[in-house]
């Protein structure tokens, strides 16, 4: 049975931790969902794990719509969530929907929006016309370059309280889900506790609702520096799947991220 909005929404109102992996084509799809995963996330970060680009600016529509249907194809069980790629939803809520309306068409369920309350309206647009849409804040990496660089957010007081005030607007222009990312621990728990979405964490704690991670920093194929919320789940594993096995267990136990994964 597909997992749905109502499935996740029950998990969180259950206060189930809820499982999510980056996922770019069938076979993996088919491998994560036999393990144990609730939702698929198709993310714009092929650009860096497949493609080998520097950052996640230069995905296309296109490539996004390819790897969903990639996906699609390899799953009957879990969320499929599309990201969408930069360029895509900024312009208006009308062009953001006709954008959002492919990936959805390709096989997505929910698609993702980087952005703080700048994005409320395009989220209301969207999620009044049946397209569900999880809200993104903290790093955001479509916004690279004007941070200057992946670095934590929400350090000092101001940018905390900013922060705050996005996820209560996004919240309430219909988000579904909030994923934050790269942000203290601390203020991701606020956060988490002051909406009634369920949260998403990567690199935010181990109080979100949900944890993401990108598969293959998880299996430890991805070169060069690791950033500090990473953990390489495949030492001491006989297999992949019993990596992600093992990713599973430990998000659903809520011994990951630990403290040596938090900001």
């Known amino acids: ?23 770019y084509d069938a076979s993996f799809a ?3 969902e036999d393990a144990g995963i609730d939702i698929l996330l198709v993310g714009d970060s092929l650009g860096n794990v497949i493609q080998g680009e520097s950052t996640t600016l230069s995905v296309t529509l296109n490539d996004m719509i390819y790897h969903t249907r990639c996906v699609a194809r390899g799953s009957n069980k879990a969320l499929i969530m599309a ?15 006709t954008n959002a309306s492919r990936l959805i068409a390709a096989g997505a369920h929910m698609v993702k929006i980087e952005g703080g309350s700048l994005m409320a309206e395009t989220i209301e647009f969207l999620t009044r016309r049946g397209i569900p849409v999880c809200a993104h804040i903290g790093l955001t990496p479509q916004s690279v370059h ?38 203290p621990a601390t203020l991701a728990k606020k956060i988490t506790d002051t909406l009634s979405i369920p949260t998403i964490g990567i690199g935010a704690g181990p109080d979100c609702s949900a944890q993401v991670l990108v598969l293959h920093d998880l299996l430890g194929v991805y070169p060069g520096k690791k950033t500090k919320f990473i953990k390489n789940f495949m030492p001491g594993a006989k297999d992949i799947q019993e990596a992600i096995e093992n990713y599973i267990k430990a998000v659903k136990m809520g011994k990951f991220p630990d403290a040596e994964h938090v900001f």
């Open 83 to 97: 990201d969408m790629p930069f360029g895509t939803f900024q312009i208006t809520p009308e062009h953001a929907f």
């Open 146 to 183: 004007q941070f200057g660089g992946y670095k934590v957010q929400g350090k000092t007081d101001d940018k905390a309280r900013e922060l705050q005030e996005d996820a209560l607007i996004l919240e309430k222009s219909g988000a579904n889900m909030l994923l934050m990312e790269v942000v």
């Open 30 to 32: 088919t491998l994560l």
């Open 1 to 23: 049975m597909r997992i749905t909005q109502s499935t996740l929404r029950k998990m969180y109102e259950n206060s189930e931790k809820i499982t999510a992996l980056t996922c």
